[in-house]
């Protein structure tokens, strides 16, 4: 019994101790104390304030971050210098290759590091002392940022920032951003009628890879332009609606959209060429597999791994083109050729070698892409495998006017350096993996 009860007042005093760095001004001296504690071996309500404690520590790095970000990237966004450049080109670029992001990622990044520690000096500092989550304060300041272009008088702002500090206590990050909108759309009409409006210029449609063969298309419409697509979707589910259907509404809304753009793709498949190769669906499986002798996972471009019996489905009904890997890295295999111009099966070696842009971290599929000298024409690049491949329109000017070099291999993978020196590998690509 004795030793029982020695037991329970060690996890006790455990427990409070860990109470106490819960409330403990976050730092280096408590994340330090935090990670010689093995969240296992508490007891369950202290395994709770051990959680709540490293994501208080967790908010006091990121306010570092945002720092280290406007270091990087400015104070404030750089201007275009001329024709081919954008609002922060390089800056983005630098982001985006030192923390392997996306570049629209890392722009988001950036855009909020800005507002944060050039306009939202209480919320940067409840951040810093752990009283709001990273998300907290990135809503805050992507809620604010287009009201803080367009003019935002800095006691509205201060009136707003209060308002949101002292609902997020009680709150998530999500009921955080209605309130800073309702209390901007109150106090500064004129700013959010401004924002609204400047909004539909952000309109978007995009794609993201989910697993198991699952992507999520996200389309960012004005309201009543996606009333629209709702009405067209519901009005195919009608039409098509059969007994026996087993189908639950989400799945048939979800198969109205497929069916749609299926409608609008045959349709423009004779006029609509990128690269002279009309728009299509690729899927790349092995030989074996194909034949029914293997059940390796197939690809499809754009997503990834599929299984092999939708690869063989799928290319029982396409038209088949065959390349040849190395068995060992998996790579396409390389030929050159003499002229600028890249003939036809070139163009198509390099778009199912890349398949998206070789730039560190972007994803722009091949197909939408330039076919790039790395070494310029001019300079006495061939017109080969080695030295051609997909850039997307924004990374091939980067390349051409704003600094960066490119360095190809012969197996499809390249070396770029910034204009401020730093490299970043890109590796070639197995053609039965994802990108």
Request: charged share 25%.
């Amino acid at each position: 019994m004795a030793q029982i009860t020695v037991h329970l007042e060690q996890d006790e005093i455990l427990a409070d101790r860990i109470a106490q760095l819960l409330h403990a001004t976050p730092g280096i001296t408590v994340l330090t104390e935090l990670l010689t504690i093995d969240p296992f071996t508490l007891i369950r309500g202290a395994r709770i304030d051990y959680l709540a404690a490293l994501e208080r520590q967790t908010s006091w790095l990121q306010a570092a971050m945002q720092r280290a970000i406007v270091a990087v990237a400015g104070d404030e966004p750089t201007r275009a210098e001329d024709l081919w450049a954008g609002v922060d080109d390089a800056e983005r670029e630098d982001v985006a290759s030192a923390l392997r992001l996306s570049g629209p990622t890392a722009q988001m990044r950036i855009d909020v590091a800005r507002a944060l520690v050039n306009h939202l000096p209480n919320t940067c500092s409840a951040l810093a002392s752990g009283e709001i989550s990273p998300a907290h304060a990135t809503v805050i300041a992507r809620e604010t940022a287009s009201a803080i272009r367009d003019g935002l008088s800095p006691l509205a702002l201060y009136e707003i920032e209060e308002r949101a500090l002292s609902h997020a206590e009680f709150h998530t990050p999500a009921q955080v951003a209605n309130k800073v909108r309702t209390t901007l759309a109150r106090i500064a009409p004129e700013e959010f009628e401004s924002t609204v409006s400047k909004a539909r210029d952000t309109r978007r449609v995009s794609c993201y890879r989910e697993s198991d063969g699952i992507s999520t298309i996200v389309a960012i419409l004005p309201a009543e332009d996606a009333q629209i697509v709702m009405s067209a979707i519901e009005s195919f589910v009608l039409r098509d609606s059969v007994d026996n259907d087993d189908r639950n509404m989400d799945m048939k809304r979800a198969d109205a959209l497929t069916a749609l753009a299926s409608w609008a793709l045959g349709q423009s498949s004779d006029d609509v060429r990128p690269h002279r190769r009309p728009i299509t669906i690729n899927v790349t499986i092995d030989l074996p597999t194909l034949m029914g002798l293997a059940e390796n996972p197939g690809q499809l471009a754009g997503y990834g791994a599929i299984p092999a019996s939708l690869a063989r489905a799928l290319a029982s009904e396409g038209k088949w083109r065959r390349f040849i890997t190395d068995p060992i890295t998996g790579a396409l295999l390389d030929f050159g050729r003499e002229s600028y111009e890249p003939p036809q099966p070139l163009v198509d070696f390099l778009l199912a070698r890349d398949r998206t842009c070789r730039f560190p971290g972007c994803r722009a599929p091949a197909r939408l892409a330039d076919i790039d000298h790395a070494q310029s024409w001019e300079s006495g690049g061939a017109t080969s495998a080695q030295n051609l491949g997909a850039l997307c329109r924004r990374h091939h000017r980067l390349k051409t006017h704003g600094g960066w070099q490119l360095e190809s291999k012969s197996d499809g993978s390249c070396v770029w350096t910034s204009p401020e020196g730093k490299n970043y590998f890109v590796p070639a690509r197995d053609i039965l993996e994802a990108v």
